[in-house]
């Protein structure tokens, strides 16, 4: 009995299962352990008295690492200085991450995005976020991740997070938008429990653009059919 030779369907759907998020992001004992002592250093500074420095750097190095064994295919240009901002986390895609792109295994947005680490004593406030939004829009990035302890401020459209909502709806189309995600300790310790990193950017993108979406309340008024006919 003869083989049948796979269809290029079979085969698309072979390679994109061996390239899942999870399967480029599966970390090794090695690299799982390193990760938690990391996460583990982050909660401890967190839960003392120990300076906004020490707390910062924690994060940072933790993110750093998090980037690091996120499928080896991202690029991190760090303390990046323009003439007017300093940016923590500049992050591209290497030559291994770029196929992955061309071949729509991950977001678009992952090709290209700023990362800020805020370690603060309590969740990011507004006013911060307004100033992540400007930053974005001063370099032309159009996808930014804060990486947090405590998140942001606010539920729904209220505060941080609202302010996320409504700079997302800023424009048309959604490849033009500005996007904000947002990490907190949660995150870490879901990626700690077995997630991954691109599969929780690409669940919070999701979110946000469903959450953010009002076209789906708008539907026509009865008194526009009359206005329309007087124009």
């Not at 003392?48 to 499928?71: F, H, N, P, T, W």
């Not at 003439?83 to 991450?97: H, M, R, W």
Request: charged share 20%.
């Amino acid at each position: 009995m003869c083989n049948e030779t796979p269809s290029l369907l079979d085969l698309m759907k072979q390679y994109r299962d061996f390239y899942s998020p999870q399967e480029l992001c599966r970390l090794s004992g090695e690299q799982r352990e390193h990760y938690s002592d990391l996460l583990a250093h982050v909660k401890s500074v967190n839960s003392s008295k120990c300076s906004d420095r020490i707390k910062g750097a924690a994060l940072e190095e933790l993110v750093a690492y998090l980037l690091q064994i996120s499928g080896g295919i991202f690029k991190v240009l760090k303390n990046v200085r323009t003439s007017t901002n300093e940016i923590d986390q500049l992050v591209t895609l290497n030559e291994n991450g770029r196929p992955f792109l061309g071949l729509q295994l991950i977001s678009p947005r992952l090709g290209n995005f700023i990362g800020e680490c805020k370690n603060y004593s309590g969740a990011v406030d507004v006013t911060y976020v307004g100033k992540f939004y400007s930053l974005l829009l001063t370099t032309g990035i159009n996808t930014g991740i804060l990486f947090t302890y405590h998140g942001v401020t606010g539920t729904g459209w209220t505060n941080g997070n609202g302010l996320i909502k409504k700079a997302y709806l800023q424009r048309e189309l959604d490849e033009h938008r500005v996007a904000i995600i947002v990490f907190s300790v949660t995150d870490y310790e879901r990626i700690q429990n077995g997630e991954n990193f691109i599969s929780l950017v690409e669940e919070k993108l999701f979110a946000l653009k469903t959450d953010a979406d009002i076209s789906q309340y708008i539907s026509s008024h009865e008194a526009e059919t009359v206005f329309l006919g007087q124009a």
